[in-house]
């Protein structure tokens, strides 16, 4: 029989964490197996994907996650408001361990309701996204990044999160330029996304919207 080994959040590896890893599956492919789980297949390496026999799994929809999130909570003799459980499963984005982890978060602080999951997911200070956007298309690019840095640094908004309200306020707007801003965004996500560092990027994201600058 051969022994299982399951690794959740292996995109999180650096590649040469993931070359050593390689390795160690090939020395002990006579007697174990590995079970890599991952939501960005992209930052896994060729070698170790070249390995593997690969299945993806469509998102969960919200209504599904609101439905468990109820059964969890009657379980555990919790309570929370609808608004409350409607803000998670948007937040957890189909990702139905990621609505478990913030409901166990936000019942913490008590009743779940929308503020304490936007507290809880580092989400209270969305609307400021919108004043960094105008910041940095007005050309203030300085302030506009310490704006990003607060949001980020101080009250514990992702990075990806920044990126998905940041988008949102640029929609929402109407800005000039749409096209162009929202492409720029697009570049910068994905740069993210493959592994460049958070901070330098979305620096350069707020000082390249700066040139549309009037």
Do not use: W
């Amino acid at each position: 029989p051969f022994k299982i080994i399951i690794l959740d959040e292996a995109d999180e590896m650096t590649s040469d964490a993931q070359t050593a890893l390689r390795r160690i599956i090939e020395d002990t492919a006579k007697f174990c197996r590995f079970i890599l789980i991952a939501n960005n297949i992209s930052k896994i390496i060729n070698p170790i994907q070249s390995r593997c026999a690969v299945f993806k799994f469509s998102q969960i929809e919200e209504k599904e996650i609101t439905t468990h999130l109820k059964v969890v909570l009657k379980k555990e003799k919790g309570k929370a408001d609808e608004d409350g459980l409607k803000e998670i499963a948007e937040y957890a984005g189909g990702d139905l361990r990621h609505a478990i982890n913030l409901l166990q978060t936000a019942a913490s602080t008590g009743e779940i309701t929308q503020e304490s999951v936007k507290a809880a997911a580092g989400l209270t200070k969305t609307n400021d996204v919108d004043e960094v956007l105008k910041l940095a298309v007005s050309g203030d690019i300085q302030n506009s990044r310490n704006k990003m840095i607060e949001l980020i640094k101080v009250y514990g908004m992702s990075e990806s999160d920044f990126l998905k309200y940041i988008n949102q306020a640029l929609f929402s707007a109407k800005y000039d330029n749409l096209e162009e801003l929202s492409q720029i965004i697009a570049k910068y996500d994905y740069r993210i996304l493959v592994g460049s560092n958070p901070e330098i990027q979305l620096s350069a994201m707020l000082a390249e919207i700066g040139k549309f600058s009037k």
